[in-house]
């Protein structure tokens, strides 16, 4: 589509208890949608040319660890 995704993790909401390690856990989840107006949405990152997903923290890229369900955490 030549849209690549980054996701700012220090701006996703987080359930109290939970750290941004727990986003890779892979059995708790929240829908994400692109709009062109967020309205009421909570903004966690933005659509820019280009391709794939890329996850930022303190301003840096950042690659969140896995889940295999045989073998645990990646």
Do not use: K, M
Request: charged residues 30%; hydrophobic residues 40%.
């Amino acid at each position: 589509s030549g849209c690549r995704v980054v996701v700012d993790l220090d701006r996703v909401p987080l359930a109290e208890g939970a750290d941004v390690e727990d986003l890779a856990f892979g059995e708790d989840y929240e829908l994400l949608a692109a709009v062109p107006n967020p309205q009421e949405f909570t903004v966690i990152g933005r659509c820019e040319e280009g391709s794939g997903v890329t996850f930022i923290r303190n301003g840096e890229s950042v690659v969140l660890g896995s889940w295999e369900h045989f073998r645990g955490r990646e």
